[in-house]
């Protein structure tokens, strides 16, 4: 996959947090509960 001329590549950041079965959808958690 190339990018355009003059456009920086998109960045995705996966911070642990979006995994911590022991957060809720509230404090953070961006998975179901049954894949974190």
Do not use: I
């Not at 996959?1 to 003059?6: C, D, N, V």
């Not at 950041?13 to 079965?21: H, M, S």
């Amino acid at each position: 996959m190339g990018s355009r001329l003059g456009e920086e590549p998109r960045r995705v950041v996966l911070w642990p947090l979006y995994f911590d079965a022991r957060r809720s959808r509230e404090e953070g958690r961006r998975v179901p509960k049954h894949l974190a």
